[in-house]
C-alpha cells in the first residue's frame, strides 16, 4: 500500500508564491512518475507537472514558465515551486504517484490566490 502526505497549501495574493510537498510512503518500485493534478470549483481535475524518476518533465501550458517541478527520489517526495500565482490557480492540489500501473492520490491540499 502506498500512501501520499502533502503540505505547504494556503493563501497567497496574485503575484506571490508557494511551494507544495508530497511524501510517499509504502511499497514503492522506484520506477514512477510523481506529479500534481489540480481541480478547480466546478472544473475537472487536471495535470499540473508531473515528473518521472529519471527526470523527465511534463508542465500544462497554463503553469509553464511559473511553476518548477522537482523530486528527491530517496526521500520519495515531489515538490512543486508555484510562482507568479494568479487567481485561476486556485484549486485544491492533489499529488499522484503512477507505478506499475496503479495510480495513487494524496487527499489534496487547497491553494487560494487572491487579493
Known amino acids: 500500500q502506498v500512501q501520499l502526505v502533502e503540505s505547504g497549501g494556503g493563501w497567497v495574493q496574485p503575484g506571490g508564491s508557494l511551494r507544495l510537498s508530497c511524501a510517499a510512503s509504502?511499497?514503492?518500485?522506484?520506477?514512477?512518475?510523481m506529479g500534481w493534478y489540480r481541480q478547480a470549483p466546478s472544473k475537472q481535475r487536471e495535470l499540473v507537472a508531473a515528473?518521472?524518476?529519471?527526470?523527465?518533465?511534463n508542465y500544462a501550458d497554463s503553469v509553464n514558465g511559473r511553476f518548477t517541478i522537482s523530486r528527491d527520489n530517496a526521500k520519495n517526495t515531489v515538490y512543486l515551486q508555484m510562482n507568479s500565482l494568479k487567481p485561476e490557480d486556485t484549486a485544491v492540489y492533489y499529488c499522484?504517484?503512477?507505478?506499475?500501473?496503479?495510480?495513487?492520490w494524496g487527499q489534496g491540499t487547497l491553494v487560494t490566490v487572491s487579493s
Open positions: 499522484n504517484l503512477q507505478s506499475r500501473g496503479v495510480g495513487y
Open positions: 509504502g511499497s514503492i518500485f522506484r520506477l514512477n512518475v
Open positions: 515528473m518521472t524518476s529519471g527526470g523527465t518533465t
